[in-house]
Every structure is written in C-alpha cells, then in structure tokens.
C-alpha cells in the first residue's frame, strides 16, 4: 500500500534534493492518509448504506411481521418462501410490468422532450433561450412533492384550469388507471427534461463549429448533419442521461404516492417502490417489502452495469 | 452555431416555439403562486381565471397558524443544513483522498462509490427504520439527516473529484516546499479552491433532503413537532375537499427557497454538471 502524492512528486523531489531537506518533505502524508480521508465517508456509508442494505437481504428471507417486530413471536428463516410468494402473486406482476412500463414511457417522454428543446436552443438568440432556460430551472428546481401538488391541481376535476382549457368538463384524471399514469408522468417528464436539455445542449456547444460548416458548405442537409455529425458526437452524453433517466425514473415513489393518493384506487397505479412501502408499513409485511426492495436493487445493479460499461467504452479512466 | 445561415422565418419559428415552451413548463409555478395568492372564493370557483384582481393573504395566514407551517419551514432547513454542512467536509475528504492519492483499492472504491448512487434509497426504508429504532433516533431530526447524508455522499463525492482534479498540483508542491503540513494545504488552499463545485454539490444534497417525504413519513411517526415541510403540506389533503389555497401556499412556501438557491448557483451548477457528466 504506498501513496504517494502524486506520479510526480518522487520525481520532483529527487529532482530538488539539494534545495529541499529531504527528510522533512513528507510533512504529514503516509501511506494511511488517503484511507484517514476517506474513514468518514466510509464509516457513514457502511453504517447507513451497506449494513442496511445487508438487512434488507437478511430480512428477505426470515418471516418478519407486526408479531415478530414487537417481539411476541420469533423470527424464523423462510428460505426463498417471501421471493416465490411474491412471484406468485399476480398482483406483484403487475406492479412490475407497470413499473417498467411506466419508466421506460418517462425515459422515453423525457429524452425526447430534453433532446428536442435542447437542439431548439441552438437555433435561437439568447433572449428567448434565456426565457427557456429559466422557466426549465424551474421546474428543474421544484421539489417533487409541490411539483405532484401543483399538477394535481392543474387537472383537478373541479377547479383546474387544464380541464376548463381542454373543455373537459368534470373529467377526473386520476380515477381511470391510464389517464392517472399519464398525469404522473405529465409532472415526471416536466421536472426531469431540463437535466437532459441542459446536459444535450452543453454537449452540442461543444462539437467544434468547423465540422458544421465544412459540412454545410458540403450541401449537407441540416437533418442530414445532425444524423451524421452531431449524434454520433453526442452518443457518449446521450447513454449517460439516458442511464441516469432509467434509474431516477425507475425509482419514482413521491409523484405516484402525492398524486394518485398512495397508488391509485384499488392499487391501479402502484409500482414497485410504493408497493414495498404499502407492504411493509401499511400492511406490516416486512420481510415482503424486504423482498420487492432486493428485486428492484437488482435491477437497478443490472442497470449500473450497463453504465459502467458505457463509461469503460468511452476510455474513462476512473 | 452563428457562423450558420439560418433562414430568418425558420430562425422566428424556432424562437416562437422556445417562448412558447418556456410559458408552458413556468405555468405550473406560475398557476401555484398565483393561487396562493387567490381569495378562497376564486380558488373554489369552476371558472378559473390566469389572474387575481385582489390578491389575499388568506391561504398563507391559514397555513401558518393551523399547522405551525413556520416549525415545520425550520425543521425542514434544519435537517436539509446539517446535511449540506456534514456531506460538504465528508465527501471534499472523501474526493481528494481518490484524486491526489494513488493506492490500492483506489478504483474499486470508486466504482462503490458509483455503485451506492444508484441504490434505490426508497427500498432501504425497512431495514433504516429498525437501525433508527434500535439507535432510539426515531421521531428526531437525526433520523433524517443520517440516512440523507449517507445518500448525497456517493454522488458528491463523485462530483467532486473534477473540481479537486483541476486544481494544479504545483501548488500542492509549493505549499509543501514552504513547509506547510498536508493538513494545512487541505484547509487553507484545497477547500477554498474547490469551493465552487462544493457550492454545486450542495444543491443536489440540500434538495434531495428538503424534498424528502418518503423518510420523514416513515421514521418522524408520532412526534408531530419534529415534522417536516412535505408531510405538513399533505395535511392540506382531504377526501374530496382538499384545501387548494392551503396546498397552494404551502407549495409556494417549499418552492421558493429551493428556487431561489437554485438560482443563485445556476452558473456554478451547469459547468459542476457538465463537468460530472464528461467524468
């Protein structure tokens, strides 16, 4: 285990042995100062990250209800009783291919909408794409349970302006499942383009302008340009938000839980996040809620993989 | 791009479709600051109008006196605080630990790093609950700003380590020559240099906690007076005669600090993100 400073620094010191007393540079760097900087941010993720998540393993597999949590009864080891339980249970499998759906619907809605915005602020002067840039801030910057509150409001049957607008009458958007998704991932897609557009547009700017024109004056079509020049430019940006989207949108639970009151009528807009959480605080079936989170870790590690190996492809060096 | 000749109709198009665009994502806050300020007989009426001819206090008086919402506003900034503060030193140690040092594990202990930002918090409520239990945190503010530290701390860290990286090592060396300790260098130099992307940083900690419902619903059970801004803006919330007004200005009253922080970091915030982006 040897730390050195940097690659350089050996060098550079052998390089100055004359000028610099050699036995007093290492001023207070070893071979553990690296890990004594890094002992906060590991202890308080081992404590609050990786034994919980330990926990969560631990608990999938045991029988653990309101009557061995208060202790009246022990616990005892299920085996894989919680996983094939859940697995059985159409409802579970519902959950879960609503849950995809309705991510893979958010992701597409907002890369679309992001990549679409972002390549407008390219063609326009700065007045207008500063208005556009603020109102995105915006919504960027709305905390996701006001966000919920407000549209819910928006296409409140009674007294949203969005009903009155659509001349919809007294059309209740969250009592249909379809129409509730839809509303969620309305508020979903407006909170989360502006990362995409912002993160688009900044990798726009930066392809070198003389690629563009050398391919304008070659007669290339606009669109032709985009094809050919600027997405393959973009493609490393591009699987990055995209990445990050599956994995916000994935694990979306305030706007469903804030706008279709906990997950719908009869549990016709849960996924799995507010599933778990509906097992395992409302109906005290800890070890189930304990299951669906192990799944969804899952998941999402198969997701993280991918990521990695997006950024290995690109030649990042960690 | 101003070297392109774009056709000027196309070029007003475009500007028309953005100004447009812009209008339609601000009209959501638009329509909750304003119906924070509408009398409760305009919020209750079936023709909603864009405007208000006599703008009330109402729904705000109502806030703060039924539900204490000013309690509930500085519990809200107390927690969302000691997280920004704790997670700024942790993870600025954590950063410069991963780039100026070269050691064993260094990579492996990135891509946990990489690895812990996408654990789905949301699915650790469980086993928390209990750890908060069993470390008698419920119904604190603690129980809050453990588990938030702990979350923004992956990301931070990762964010971070661009703005570490940037700053020369030369002056790491001149500091040493000069005779001060690592220590020194670390405090007097390195953070006041890394500052900016620190400030960055901050904005994702301060509003994944300030926004956080799923926690403070789940570990702040019993004691109300430790609640925090969401679960007291639910309260508002009631079969079928859900107070608009009240939603509405407790909405305002969470939206606008985050909006104005946001704001004022904007710049810092998209180079920060740029920056993690291409990392």
Not at chain 2, 196 to 216: C, K
Request: aromatic share 12%; charged share 15%; with cysteine.
């Amino acid at each position: 285990m040897t730390a050195t400073l940097t690659e350089r620094r050996p060098r550079s010191r052998t390089g100055r042995t004359g000028a610099t007393p050699t036995g007093t540079s290492r001023t207070g760097t070893s071979a553990w100062t690296p890990w004594l900087y890094l002992l906060p941010a590991l202890a308080v993720l081992g404590a609050l990250l990786v034994y919980p998540v330990y926990q969560l393993g631990l608990i999938s597999f045991l029988e653990y209800t309101q009557a061995q949590v208060s202790g009246g009864e022990p616990t005892s080891f299920q085996g894989l009783g919680n996983y094939t339980a859940l697995f059985t249970d159409p409802q579970f499998r519902q959950v879960l291919l609503a849950t995809v759906v309705f991510a893979a619907a958010c992701v597409a809605g907002t890369l679309a909408v992001g990549c679409a915005l972002a390549v407008l602020l390219t063609r326009v002067r700065a007045l207008p794409r500063l208005a556009l840039m603020l109102a995105a801030l915006g919504a960027w910057a709305t905390p996701a349970v006001t966000g919920s509150t407000v549209w819910v409001f928006l296409f409140d049957a009674d007294f949203g302006p969005v009903n009155k607008l659509l001349g919809l009458g007294d059309f209740s958007w969250t009592y249909g499942r379809y129409s509730a998704f839809a509303l969620v991932l309305l508020e979903v897609v407006w909170c989360s383009f502006p990362f995409v557009m912002v993160t688009v547009y900044a990798g726009i700017r930066a392809v070198p302008t003389e690629i563009l024109e050398a391919a304008a004056l070659d007669g290339a079509s606009q669109w032709r340009i985009w094809r050919t020049v600027t997405a393959p430019l973009l493609r490393p940006i591009l699987a990055v938000v995209t990445i990050q989207s599956v994995i916000w949108d994935f694990k979306v639970f305030t706007q469903i839980y804030v706008m279709t009151n906990g997950g719908g009528i009869a549990g016709q807009n849960l996924v799995l996040n507010v599933y778990a959480y509906q097992q395992a605080f409302a109906s005290s079936q800890y070890s189930l809620g304990a299951a669906i989170g192990v799944v969804m870790l899952l998941i999402l590690l198969a997701v993280t993989l991918v990521y990695l190996r997006v950024l290995r492809r690109q030649g990042e060096d960690l | 791009m101003t070297a392109f000749r774009v056709r000027r109709p196309g070029r007003l198009l475009a500007e028309a479709a953005a100004l447009l665009t812009a209008v339609v994502v601000a009209f959501p806050l638009y329509w909750m600051v304003l119906s924070a300020f509408k009398p409760a007989g305009e919020i209750q009426s079936t023709e909603p109008r864009p405007w208000t001819l006599s703008p009330s206090l109402d729904s705000f008086r109502r806030v703060f006196e039924q539900q204490d919402f000013g309690r509930y506003f500085l519990n809200s900034l107390l927690v969302a605080t000691a997280v920004v503060l704790a997670s700024a030193v942790v993870a600025f140690l954590a950063a410069t630990a991963v780039t100026r040092f070269r050691f064993r594990f260094r990579t492996t202990i990135l891509v946990m790093f990489l690895v812990a930002q996408m654990v789905p918090v949301e699915a650790l409520t469980i086993p928390l609950f209990f750890l908060m239990r069993d470390a008698g945190l419920l119904n604190t503010l603690g129980s809050l700003v453990l588990p938030h530290l702990a979350f923004s701390l992956p990301f931070a860290i990762w964010m971070l380590r661009g703005f570490v990286r940037a700053v020369p090592e030369a002056l790491e060396e001149q500091a040493r020559i000069d005779g001060a300790s690592h220590a020194r260098f670390l405090w007097t130099i390195l953070f006041p240099l890394v500052l900016p992307g620190l400030v960055a940083t901050s904005v994702f900690s301060f509003i994944s906690t300030w926004n956080d419902f799923l926690f403070a619903k789940s570990f702040l059970i019993s004691d109300t007076s430790q609640s925090t801004l969401p679960m007291a803006l639910l309260v508002f919330f009631k079969p079928d005669e859900n107070d608009w007004g009240g939603i509405m200005a407790g909405s305002t009253v969470m939206t606008v600090p985050v909006l104005v922080f946001f704001v004022l970091v904007q710049r810092r915030l998209v180079s920060g993100l740029g920056g993690a982006v291409k990392d």
